[in-house]
């Protein structure tokens, strides 16, 4: 007998899974998929299509319990997959495929980019290599050891992962390119073993760690990616995070591109992450969760994407810390104005001398101020140093020597030198600054603002996000007696701005808009909005000391989560006496522990409350502030105190600007003699008058532009151009119902019911379906799916990956 489909019984819905990463973020022509079948169905009576290919054969149902299999033959652009159940019914997906060298969303790409010479095409494209290394029993060999399996080493030790699974200590090294970059992936790994994405080797316990690199600049080539603990990597004696991670079980990677003093750009850093995790998943298997690790710009890296790209990170070490690049850059661009008042060189660019001057090589000239017969003492005063912050009694000066260089556009490697920027020579060239490198988030500047040499060029530079209109330099230094009002009235009418370029000019720096704006919604200027949705463990030892590594940055982070949180209970610092990372055992060993009882925690709470309600609720008892002794053993609750790590500040918490230091533009009121406690001649005042003639900085109120951030930008359009500042993405696309066919025979009807929480199929009458049936199939679908896929503003947990429960 044969009966209208309408007359059917209503049958459990069929879901496509894209486990690789959101359906329309897959890249490199493959993608691994599942099928969620209505109870019941049998596995090989399943038809599985690629657009009109037949890949049923791809699939089966797997060792894991799932009906799975890893879709390959993806064309560029849009690919309809299709389950098919035997009534008709199923569902499908449209998966979006990506090149391999990207982009996905990070907009028009960076040219000239100078490939390796093995590439096999534009993109850098090469076939991925694997070699194996081991952990040898000889203690004096910290370092993994080359391995041949075809000649195994007789000192390879054993591990114990958390899974409890022991094996030999045998290390699989996968590199590759992707993004036009390297990656490095190592996992452990029993050579002649088989391995696939549902039934991996038994020591592999889901879980990945991602390293991430240094300082904060530009490449145009392909670079190799960071590995371990940057701030560690190399110390006698020490194993390395990234050692420890893999005989845990953990799968440890990075790329190239989250490298900071490669690309100082958290969309280009999130687009390479993305892509190596969705590589590993499909190579590998599904991730239960990822751990960022990172000193100085790692941490930086790691904090900045975990905000604008939330998901991506479960859990966070940081060390070193720096919140950002770019309200960073308005501490920068005061150290430079300072030393360039004070006669004290920091840098120079192939356009000229740069703010500061010319430099010696190397060093930073002297310990004697040239300029304006002042001390030291006052220098870091007005700087936010503590004098004792030696060796270099100046950190402020050799934090200006250091980063100040980054943003300089003539500062291009060599691979591009013809087509580099110059002034006088090629005034359209590439321009190698870290704020042209982030043009794509910041905007270009609008054609009333350009100077001299972008009318040379044609065309506006990358807007400035920063600014100095109405900052009072040295007012605490002044209020304290520090500086005399001379003093400080000569310095505000002097220490002036810069330009594009960077050369010295006599006016104050006005922020480009929309950059401004940009730099807040895209997270250039990390506000944390999203920030609460995981753990960080952040570890901190004093200044390292004076050479730049500030530690009032994680402060700054702290209270930034304050402002908008209400709280900071999702961030733990451990300190302790060892410069910077304040315990190298805390770091390698105990963070990692702790991470993963926190998550674990969170992964087991199935309450509906938000993530980061979960994420502070779930914080195991024993994870707070704490004070050790550099070798691991707590010395007590809290943090060790200014005694152990102090904390200084900027040049503008000393004008005023609270420790959270995100206010690149502040607002103003009117200059006020009842302001001062101290008191000005008439010249006096009528020079502070011109020097702030709109009013001086208000930092009770919030900065101009100051917003929260906006997650999940693409800055690229449906035909690649580039969308300045960004686009918001959307909702990750879910699989959509079939309906069954016209017509089905009535012995494969049946009647769904609910069992355990999930559709059953039972033997029954049948039942008509109709279209209200049908809307509420669609709806149920939808929802289902939309908890595996869709990108939320409140819970991004599981973004860009798949969770393996524990």
């Excluded at 005399?484 to 009235?489: C, G, I, K, N, T």
């Excluded at 949180?565 to 300190?575: D, E």
């Excluded at 049908?774 to 503003?793: K, N």
Aim: charged fraction near 15%; hydrophobic fraction near 35%; charge should be negative.
């Amino acid at each position: 007998m044969v009966v209208p489909a309408s007359h059917a019984a209503s049958p459990a819905p069929t879901v496509i899974q894209v486990l690789s990463n959101r359906a329309d973020l897959i890249s490199g022509g493959e993608a691994l998929v599942a099928v969620e079948l209505p109870a019941g169905t049998t596995p090989a009576s399943v038809r599985m299509t690629l657009g009109t290919n037949d890949i049923t054969s791809d699939f089966a149902l797997r060792p894991n319990g799932r009906y799975e299999g890893l879709v390959t033959g993806l064309q560029l652009g849009d690919n309809v997959v299709t389950a098919t159940m035997p009534n008709g019914s199923g569902a499908r997906i449209t998966i979006t495929n990506h090149p391999n060298g990207g982009p996905m969303f990070s907009g028009p790409q960076v040219e000239p980019w100078i490939c390796q010479k093995t590439a096999v095409d534009a993109q850098c494209d090469e076939p991925a290599q694997f070699t194996y290394l081991y952990k040898s029993t000889d203690p004096t060999k910290m370092d993994l050891q080359a391995y041949d399996p075809a000649h195994p080493a007789a000192d390879v030790a054993k591990t114990t992962t958390d899974n409890g699974v022991t094996v030999p200590f045998i290390v699989r090294k996968e590199t590759g390119y992707q993004d036009r970059d390297r990656y490095r992936i190592e996992t452990l790994y029993q050579p002649g073993q088989p391995w696939s994405p549902w039934d991996p080797q038994p020591q592999w316990d889901h879980k990945l760690l991602l390293t991430h690199g240094s300082s904060c600049h530009t490449s145009y080539g392909p670079t190799d990616p960071p590995w371990g603990n940057g701030a560690l990597t190399g110390t006698p004696g020490m194993e390395d995070i990234s050692t420890v991670a893999l005989g845990r079980g953990f799968t440890v990677a990075s790329t190239a591109l989250d490298n900071s003093d490669a690309d100082c750009s958290p969309v280009l850093q999130a687009e390479s992450i993305m892509m190596a995790k969705e590589h590993i998943t499909e190579s590998y298997g599904e991730l239960r969760y990822t751990v960022g690790e990172g000193c100085s710009g790692g941490s930086l890296a790691e904090q900045w994407m975990a905000n604008a790209y939330p998901g991506l990170y479960q859990g966070l070490i940081a060390t070193c810390t720096f919140p950002d690049a770019d309200s960073t850059a308005q501490q920068i661009l005061d150290y430079a104005l300072l030393a360039n008042y004070l006669g004290v060189p920091i840098s120079s660019g192939a356009s000229g001398p740069t703010l500061g001057g010319v430099v010696p090589v190397g060093t930073i000239a002297g310990e004697l101020l040239p300029k304006r017969g002042w001390t030291t003492t006052q220098a870091a005063a007005v700087a936010g140093d503590g004098v004792a912050n030696l060796p270099v009694s100046w950190n402020w000066g050799f934090s200006a020597y250091s980063y100040f260089q980054l943003g300089d556009p003539t500062t291009c490697p060599a691979s591009i030198h013809a087509e580099a920027y110059n002034p006088n020579t090629n005034p359209g060239g590439v321009r190698c600054g870290v704020i042209d490198w982030q043009v794509n988030q910041l905007g270009v500047r609008q054609p009333n603002v350009w100077d001299t040499e972008e009318h040379k060029a044609g065309h506006g530079f990358a807007g400035i996000p920063v600014d100095n209109v109405g900052v009072q330099y040295g007012l605490a230094a002044l209020e304290k007696g520090q500086i005399s009002p001379a003093q400080f009235v000569d310095l505000n009418a002097n220490i002036g701005g810069g330009t594009p370029d960077l050369l010295p000019a006599p006016q104050r720096v006005v922020a480009d808009e929309p950059a401004l704006a940009n730099a807040y919604r895209t997270g250039l200027i990390n506000e944390t909005t999203y920030l609460d949705q995981l753990p960080i463990i952040n570890l901190a030892g004093p200044n390292d000391p004076g050479l730049a590594h500030d530690s009032f940055r994680a402060f700054a982070l702290r209270a930034r989560l304050d402002n908008v949180h209400g709280t900071h209970a999702n961030q733990v610092m451990w300190q302790g006496p060892a410069p910077i990372i304040g315990d190298p055992v805390r770091l390698n060993t105990t963070a990692l522990d702790a991470l993963d009882r926190w998550i674990t925690a969170i992964e087991r709470d199935q309450t509906g409350r938000s993530l980061a309600t979960k994420v502070i609720a779930n914080k195991p008892a024993g994870i707070v502030d704490q004070c050790s002794n550099g070798v691991g053993i707590t010395l007590h609750d809290g943090i060790c105190g200014s005694a152990v790590v102090p904390v200084y500040g900027t040049p503008r918490t000393v004008a005023g600007e609270p420790i959270s230091t995100d206010q690149n533009k502040c607002q103003l009121k009117p200059l006020r003699r009842s302001d001062y406690r101290v008191t000005f001649t008439a010249d006096q005042w009528a020079s502070l008058e011109k020097t702030f003639p709109v009013g001086v900085c208000d930092y009770s109120k919030p900065g101009v532009d100051q917003q929260p951030t906006v997650p999940w930008l693409t800055y690229q359009n449906a035909h690649g151009g580039v969308v300045y500042g960004g686009t918001p993405m959307g909702p990750a696309p879910v699989s959509t119902p079939l309906a069954p066919s016209a017509f089905v025979s009535a012995a494969s009807l049946a009647r769904p019911s609910v069992a355990n929480g999930r559709l059953a199929v039972t033997g029954g009458p049948t039942q008509t379906l109709g279209l209200v049936g049908l809307l509420l199939l669609g709806a149920a679908v939808a929802l289902r799916s939309s908890l595996h896929s869709t990108v939320t503003e409140t819970d991004t947990w599981s973004t860009g990956q798949r969770h393996v429960h524990p």
